[in-house]
Nanobody
């Protein structure tokens, strides 16, 4: 499984960005796709995830601001990030979990200036 993420960049506080991640290879119909992030000096943390059945999970810090979505036909997961804050600055990684295996994308940098 290969994951290709895109959409990061520099944005001012209060702005928006949309991340995309396309999965290729052997993708099962039942899986969980999501986004994690890692800020400098901090551990990687879950941002949001979504199962193929549509169940979502969000970090408390992003609830009401970020929205995860997926296109199962395209094996693509999206993260719409609104009302961005400087503390959202991090490298964002897309993730796929299926059949007891976990896969990671290369990471895309999101920088939010104050």
């Amino acid at each position: 499984v290969q994951l290709q993420a895109s959409g990061g960049g520099l944005v001012q506080a209060g702005g928006s960005l949309r991340l995309s991640c396309a999965a290729s290879g052997r993708i099962f119909s039942s899986n969980r796709m999501g986004w994690y992030r890692q800020a400098p000096g901090k551990q990687r943390e879950l941002v949001a995830s979504m199962t193929s059945g549509g169940t979502t999970n969000y970090a408390d810090s992003v609830k009401g601001r970020f929205t995860i979505a997926r296109d199962n036909a395209k094996n693509t997961v999206y993260l719409q990030m609104n009302s961005l804050k400087p503390e959202d600055t991090a490298v964002y990684y897309c993730n796929v979990y299926q059949s007891f295996a976990e896969y990671w994308g290369q990471g895309t940098l999101v920088t939010v200036s104050s």
